[in-house]
């Protein structure tokens, strides 16, 4: 029997990255997921890290569509490496596209990432998304100016990557007066350092601990003012969507490899499968619906909208979808299959990237209200 669930997602993550995948079906499930795994390590060995860099600057040149169909397919093999390297790509691209605007210094420093496959863990954090005194992401680091550049201090947490990062990416307020800007900084830079933060195994993989910014310092040339080069907040909306659709792509590949047990299962009831499966499906067509918008070049406050809304059904839909599979799959495939309690722990986190349920409900409140005070960047 071949299985035609996630036929598309499998066949894009073929076509980009066919020693990645052949590489992590080698492994099962709970040896990818565990907090030794070299799953990490695996992804940045290979092309990968240029999957939403275009070819001109050296990388694959995958669309946001291309992305999130990939994304889902990682997320099946190894939610912990989904989660992860979500923040890599966004940070990718956002950087690509922010560097339009930039000096040539700059767009050659960012070509020189993407041919080197360098990994860019990202620290943003979640601020009061859609008010006028925020943005979507709030700095929890520090910066004050100094000769030739500016020492940082502060810690994210829990920031991704935290063990396999070449570059950190951060989001940092001027000590003084709060301008906001964002720091591409080597991970080797002296007062950098992580401590341990993540306690539970569920996606221990994806390298969560806490780093530490200690008077660090940054050159001018790698802190990006959001006022001078970003001052519509058009790249930090380009951020936040790339993160709405990889991180929800990510946890609908971990609900669907719940679907594949259902599959497997000749005791399946289909109406139950067909139940669970509209919700996981129904949720992948409307992030593909954004992702393609947003491939067209829509970056407007609508779309932004939509992905908060696509999220919040996500969350929901995940949640009613794999309480159906392993309802149907029973309590004995529970307690003879570690894989299927672990998934069941893992799509529960889906809810818990920012933004927090009561600010995505506040912010599309007020969008729909027509609240001038509230814009979405």
């Known amino acids: 029997m071949t299985i035609r669930l996630m036929a598309t997602e499998r066949a894009a993550l073929q076509r980009f990255l066919p020693g990645l995948q052949k590489e992590l079906s080698e492994y099962g499930l709970l040896e990818l997921e565990a907090r030794d795994s070299q799953v990490v ?51 990718v691209a956002t950087l ?22 360098l990994l860019l863990s990202s620290g943003f954090s979640e601020g009061t998304i859609g008010t006028s005194a925020a943005s979507a992401f709030k700095p ?35 000590e003084e007066t709060g301008r906001r800007g964002v720091i591409v900084i080597p991970s080797a830079s002296e007062g950098i350092s992580t401590e341990k933060f993540w306690e539970t195994p569920v996606l221990a993989a994806s390298q969560s601990e806490t780093v530490v910014l ?36 990510t946890y609908l590949g971990a609900a ?15 109406m139950l499968y067909a139940e669970a499966a509209g919700e996981i499906e129904t949720s992948m067509a409307a992030l593909e619906a954004v992702a393609r918008a947003f491939d067209e070049g829509d970056r407007s406050d609508e779309l932004s909208a939509r992905v ?16 159906t599979a392993v309802d149907s799959l029973g309590g004995i495939a529970f307690i003879k299959s570690p894989e299927i309690a672990y998934l069941l722990a893992a799509v529960q986190a889906a809810g818990f990237h920012p933004p927090s349920r009561r600010a995505t409900a506040d912010t599309l409140h007020a969008y729909h209200a027509g609240t001038d005070a509230v814009t979405l960047h």
């Open 41 to 91: 390590a695996l992804f940045k060995n290979s092309d990968a890290p240029a999957l939403v860099a275009s070819e001109e600057w050296g990388g694959l040149g995958a669309s946001a569509l291309e992305a999130t169909r990939v994304q889902r397919a990682i997320g099946a093999l190894s939610p912990s490496l989904g989660a992860a390297t979500t923040m890599h790509h966004l940070s």
């Open 96 to 117: 690509i596209e922010h560097s339009a605007t930039g000096t040539a210094d700059e767009k050659e420093l960012l070509k020189g990432v993407v041919q080197a496959r």
């Open 140 to 174: 929890t680091v520090t910066a004050r100016a100094v000769e030739g550049g500016f020492k940082v201090n502060g810690r994210k947490q829990p920031c991704s990557l935290s063990g396999s990062m070449d570059l950190l990416t951060a989001s940092v307020a001027d």
């Open 214 to 249: 200690k008077d660090v310092f940054v050159p001018s040339e790698l802190l990006f003012w959001n006022d001078v080069d970003d001052p519509t907040g058009l790249h930090e909306k380009t951020g936040y969507v790339w993160f709405g659709l990889l991180i929800s792509a």
């Open 256 to 270: 669907s490899l719940l679907l594949e047990r259902m599959l497997e299962n000749p005791k399946t009831d289909p």
């Open 308 to 323: 908060l809304f696509v999220r919040e059904q996500i969350r929901h839909g995940i949640r009613r979808a794999v309480s």
